[in-house]
Nanobody, 120 residues
Framework: QVQLVESGGGLVQPGGSLRLSCAAS????????MGWHRQAPGKQRELVAR???????NYADSVKGRFTISRDNAKNTVYLQMSSLKPEDTAVYYC??????????????WGQGTQVTVSS
């Protein structure tokens, strides 16, 4: 099946920056929307950002002006550039995508998540 592999998570100080990457691999025919979600301790999982195959984007109000989502269709990869990070951004970040697989059609695939910790 399709696998989404994330990288770039870690520990960063408040006000710092971090870039997350997520590459999809497998029997992929095409990818429509891709996005990032996060889940903080004691909170529900929330949509952070999403991007269509054509490059249109949406962001949660809490990250507008600080985060930027982008994608490289040739590499089946989505990125999340995070700047001006706050302690409340601390969460496990998950990437996902609406992906067409050979012989299986369209479906949602998820990464396993990567920890982002913003702390002094």
């Amino acid at each position: 099946q399709v696998q989404l592999v994330e990288s770039g998570g870690g520990l960063v100080q408040p006000g710092g920056s971090l870039r997350l990457s997520c590459a999809a691999s497998g029997s992929i025919l095409s990818i429509a929307n891709m996005g990032w979600h996060r889940q903080a301790p004691g909170k529900q999982r929330e949509l952070v950002a999403r991007i269509t195959s054509g490059g249109s984007t949406n962001y949660a109000d809490s990250v507008k002006g600080r985060f930027t989502i982008s994608r490289d269709n040739a590499k089946n990869t989505v990125y999340l550039q995070m700047s001006s990070l706050k302690p409340e951004d601390t969460a496990v970040y998950y990437c996902n995508g609406l992906i067409e697989q050979s012989f299986r059609g369209w479906g949602i695939s998820w990464g396993q998540g990567t920890q982002v910790t913003v702390s002094s």
